[in-house]
T-cell receptor, first 113, second 115 residues
Framework: GNSVTQMEGPVTLSEEAFLTINCTYT??????LFWYVQYPGEGLQLLLK?????DKGSNKGFEATYRKETTSFHLEKGSVQVSDSAVYFC????????????FGAGTRLFVKA | GAGVSQSPSNKVTEKGKDVELRCDPI?????LYWYRQSLGQGLEFLIY????????KSGLPSDRFSAERTGGSVSTLTIQRTQQEDSAVYLC?????????????FGQGTRLTVV
């Protein structure tokens, strides 16, 4: 079945550091891929998405590229801020009788001033 | 409505009581999900409704948990004979579930505390 694996956290970085959170997936066909973010005390919200191979999703300085050859969708940001401290979830949605979304376990990011 | 609405936002109940949690999805969204998130943990999938298809109940942790979705819209998650380990935030999400439009939109959740 479909599955998502993302790097375990927590990840602790200093402000302005480069961020990478790894995400790999297993799926049949051509799923859509997502990153969701959950800020402290808030609900989950979509951060970015990519719907086909080689697409790059981007938002708020974050980027992720849909790599079908490596089945990956790693999240990157060139310079993190304290306000980026949150939990990040990688997810996929592929057709298996319906477009059910599968989430990774989440990666908690702490950014220090 | 503009977003996914869940009620109540907080619920404190005594061990052994039954509780009902409600979710109003975004109008027109055919897919609806329930997840559970314990403190500091990830998302635990509970149940998935898609249109008129039979729901995917594979994530329900025990037969004390059940959910229904009436008229393809509002959903209710029921937990019978609550236990302390049921304490968590219960999240509902909905999606258009169309090719290329499958992102899930989440409600703010119901924080359940069993005492």
């Amino acid at each position: 079945g479909n599955s998502v694996t993302q790097m375990e956290g927590p990840v602790t970085l200093s402000e302005e550091a480069f961020l990478t959170i790894n995400c790999t997936y297993t799926a049949t066909g051509y799923p859509s891929l997502f990153w969701y973010v959950q800020y402290p005390g808030e609900g989950l919200q979509l951060l970015l998405k990519a719907t086909k191979a080689d697409d790059k999703g981007s938002n708020k300085g974050f980027e992720a590229t849909y790599r079908k050859e490596t089945t990956s969708f790693h999240l990157e940001k060139g310079s993190v801020q304290v306000s980026d401290s949150a939990v990040y979830f990688c997810a996929l949605s592929g057709y298996t009788g319906g477009f059910k979304t599968i989430f990774g376990a989440g990666t908690r990011l702490f950014v220090k001033a | 409505g503009a977003g996914v609405s869940q009620s109540p936002s907080n619920k404190v109940t005594e061990k052994g009581k039954d509780v009902e949690l409600r979710c109003d999805p975004i109008s027109g969204h055919t897919a609806l999900y329930w997840y559970r998130q314990s403190l500091g943990q990830g998302l635990e999938f509970l149940i998935y409704f898609q249109g008129n298809s039979a729901p995917d109940k594979s994530g329900l942790p025990s037969d004390r948990f059940s959910a229904e979705r009436t008229g393809g819209s509002v959903s209710t998650l029921t937990i019978q004979r609550t236990q302390q380990e049921d304490s968590a935030v219960y999240l509902c999400a909905s999606s258009l579930a169309l090719q290329g439009r499958t992102e899930a939109f989440f409600g703010q959740g119901t924080r359940l505390t069993v005492v």
